[in-house]
C-alpha cells in the first residue's frame, strides 16, 4: 500500500494534493488518520466526489516516510501518468 509513494509521480502536503486535485491529476489519495481533519477532510471528500480512491494511513510519520520525507505529512497522492 504505502510501497505505491516509491514512485516519482507523487505529491506530498496539503497544498500541493490541493492543487493537483483541483488540476485533475490524482490518481489516489493517501490520508494520515492522525492528522488535524480540518486540513484532511475537504481533500477526501473532493477525491470522493471525483471518484478517486482514498487510503487511510494510521500515522502522519508513516506517511511521510513512505514519500521519502523527513517530517510527518498529513496527506499524499499519486498523480496519474
Known amino acids: 500500500m504505502l510501497t ?3 514512485c ?3 505529491v506530498a502536503g496539503a497544498k500541493q494534493v490541493k492543487r493537483a486535485l483541483k ?3 490524482v490518481e489516489k489519495l ?3 488518520g492522525n492528522a488535524d481533519p480540518r486540513v484532511t477532510q475537504p481533500l477526501a471528500q473532493q ?3 471525483n471518484g478517486i480512491r482514498v487510503e487511510l494511513v494510521a ?3 508513516d506517511l511521510g516516510a513512505a514519500c521519502s520525507i523527513s517530517v510527518g505529512c ?8
Open 4 to 6: 505505491e509513494l516509491n
Open 8 to 10: 516519482t509521480n507523487k
Open 23 to 25: 488540476d485533475g491529476r
Open 30 to 32: 493517501f490520508v494520515a
Open 47 to 49: 477525491a470522493v466526489t
Open 59 to 61: 500515522d502522519m510519520k
Open 74 to 81: 498529513a496527506v499524499a497522492a499519486i498523480l496519474k501518468i
